[in-house]
T-cell receptor, first 115, second 114 residues
C-alpha cells in the first residue's frame, strides 16, 4: 500500500523534545486527517483538513500542532508531550464531495512512545 | 458519546469456521464502512454500504446493512489465518456540513486458531 505514507514509523521522544510526524498522500484527494489510536479505545479524530483548510479540531491539546502546506502533505508537530500521548497516530485521506460518500484511506501509522 | 457499538469485542474462531461481527448505530447513518487492521498498522478499507438492505461480498467476506441503516454485520465464511486482525466499522452521519468525517467503533479482534 503506497497511497498514503507516513514517517517515521516509530518514534520515541522525551517530554521536552520537539518532533514532527509527516504524512503524504498520492491519491489526489482533497481532505486529510489525523487520528489517534490508543489501546482499547476507538479511533479518535484529531484534525481534519479540507482543501488545505482546517475544518475540525477535536478539542486537541495545543501541544499537538497540525500543518497542511498543500493538499498532499500533512504534518503533526509535537512538543512537550505527556506519557499518555503515547499511541499510534494514523493519517488518512479522502475525496470529499458534498452529499457523497467518504471512504478514507489510511497510512501505516506512527507508533509514538513518550518517555 | 460512543455512537457506534461493535460486538463482540473479541472472538476466537477455529480455522474453517464462520464468524460474524456486528456494528450498531444509535441513529440512522449515511454510509457504513468496514476496515481491517493488523496490530500496530494502518486500516485497510474492505467495503462500503450505502443503501438500506444492501449486501456486498468480497472473497469470503460479506457485509450487510439493515433496512433502517442502523445496523451492519460482517460475516466471514470458512475463516483462514489471513482473516486474523481487528475489524472496525466506521460511519458518517447526515449532519449538515460534516461531510468527510467518520466515527468509528471500538473494533473487534479476531483470532483464528489452527
Amino acid at each position: 500500500e503506497t497511497g498514503v505514507t507516513q514517517t517515521p514509523r516509530h518514534l520515541v521522544m522525551g517530554m521536552t523534545n520537539k518532533k514532527s510526524l509527516k504524512c503524504e498522500q498520492h491519491l489526489g484527494h482533497n481532505a486529510m486527517y489525523w487520528y489517534k489510536q490508543s489501546a482499547k479505545k476507538p479511533l479518535e479524530l484529531m484534525f481534519v483538513y479540507n482543501f488545505k483548510e482546517q475544518t475540525e479540531n477535536n478539542s486537541v491539546p495545543s501541544r499537538f500542532s497540525p500543518e497542511c502546506p498543500n493538499s498532499s502533505h500533512l504534518f503533526l508537530h509535537l512538543h512537550t508531550l505527556q506519557p499518555e500521548d503515547s499511541a499510534l497516530y494514523l493519517c488518512a485521506s479522502s475525496q470529499v464531495r458534498a452529499s457523497s460518500y467518504n471512504e478514507q484511506f489510511f497510512g501505516p501509522g506512527t507508533r509514538l512512545t513518550v518517555l | 458519546s460512543q455512537e457506534l457499538e461493535q460486538s463482540p469485542q473479541s472472538l476466537i474462531v477455529q480455522e474453517g469456521k464462520n464468524l460474524t461481527i456486528n456494528c450498531t448505530s444509535s441513529k440512522t447513518l449515511y454510509g457504513l464502512y468496514w476496515y481491517k487492521q493488523k496490530y500496530g498498522e494502518g486500516l485497510i478499507f474492505l467495503m462500503m454500504l450505502q443503501k438500506g438492505g444492501e449486501e456486498k461480498s468480497h472473497e469470503k467476506i460479506t457485509a450487510k446493512l439493515d433496512e433502517k441503516k442502523q445496523q451492519s454485520s460482517l460475516h466471514i465464511t470458512a475463516s483462514q489465518p489471513s482473516h486474523a486482525g481487528i475489524y472496525l466499522c466506521g460511519a458518517d452521519f447526515p449532519r449538515g456540513d460534516s461531510w468527510g468525517k467518520l466515527q468509528f467503533g471500538a473494533g473487534t479482534q479476531v483470532v483464528v486458531t489452527p
